[in-house]
């Protein structure tokens, strides 16, 4: 009986351990599904997206700050360091912006930011699983990389007994010093993309000529002092796309409406979405990749007169659908509508 009792005991060791780090390998692997599937609501409830971006915000300022330090001259070294504080900032912002779940989505599968305007992710199929190890009892490491690239770690963390959740991605060491892999950027767009602007200050912008394209125009950052009736874009409020590859701008432009503008981050290229007086990005539910945006419209026919209400916009400018009962132009009945439909969109 005891060696009996002994041996059952042993098992039961055996196969809570198994269990209990089986489970790590489980959740990971269950993770790397959710990302290629495009599994929004299950990437969600496996990752912690403050950790993830007190991580992300942290490694990048660390490079911005290691950059300015070798860059700085001795007489710049308060230009460079107050450029470093703006970038960061903007940074920052971004960040906010790209970790979502198909923002990590994108990181997990090796899919190109930017590749596609809505944001949601086409895996590539390219990015492979190098090793996993455990950091230590509670911490579990697993490796990615693609062709070509450097390697992402990502680390889960255990909460409670089984269940796992991804609570940092520690990005390639080439990409936070800047140097991107010739087999995951095109060569032809990195001086564009590293020389991008996305504002300008006030005082650097001048009034739109007759004939020039409103949406080629880079916007003022703030109004400025002699600016007429909005006679050159303004920047009004900015919003990234899912996966962070594309940034959409709200800039001043008519009388009776602003403009939404897409600008592409892998080249700078600029194209008009639509016109409209909010702007938003849908970060879930079916129409996530779209925009919010309200927009000024005229009625028909002997009613003449117009009204304001707030739309879903494809990426391209296609109109989808209105959201019911936003004709009086105020946010709280957007705000309810989407709490009720539990969708998120900033």
Known sequence: MRHSSLIYATLAVFGAGVIYFGSAYWSAAGFESAAKDGDADKISNMADMASIKGGLKSQVSAALAKKGASSGSSSGNAMSGLATFFVS??????IDAFVTPDGLAAIITGARPGGHADGKIKNDGTLTQSSSDFLDIDHFRVKVSKQGGGTTSLVFERRGIITWKLVRIALPTDLLEDKPSPATTPVAAQPQAQG?????????????????????????????????????????????????????????????????????????????????????????????????????????????????????????????????????????????????????AN
């Open 89 to 94: 900032a903007v940074a920052d912002k971004m």
């Open 196 to 344: 991008l602007l996305l504002s300008l200050p006030a005082e650097q912008t001048h009034p739109v000529k007759n004939g020039e394209d409103w949406a080629q125009v880079i916007p003022a950052s703030t109004e400025p002092a002699d600016a007429q009736d909005c006679d050159r874009p303004v920047l009004e409020k900015q919003t990234a796309s899912l996966d962070g590859g594309y940034v959409y701008q709200q800039v001043c432009h008519w009388a009776t409406s602003s403009d939404i503008i897409q600008v592409r981050l892998l080249d700078g290229k600029r194209k008009e979405v639509t016109p409209g007086n909010s702007l938003a990005v849908i970060r879930n539910g079916p129409y996530r990749g779209y925009l919010l945006v309200q927009k000024h419209k005229y009625n028909p026919g002997p009613e003449m007169g117009s009204y304001d209400s707030t739309w879903i916009i494809k990426p391209d400018g296609t109109e989808i659908l209105e959201v019911p009962g936003t004709r009086d132009g105020e946010d709280a009945p957007v705000q309810a509508w989407l709490q009720a439909k539990g969708w998120v």
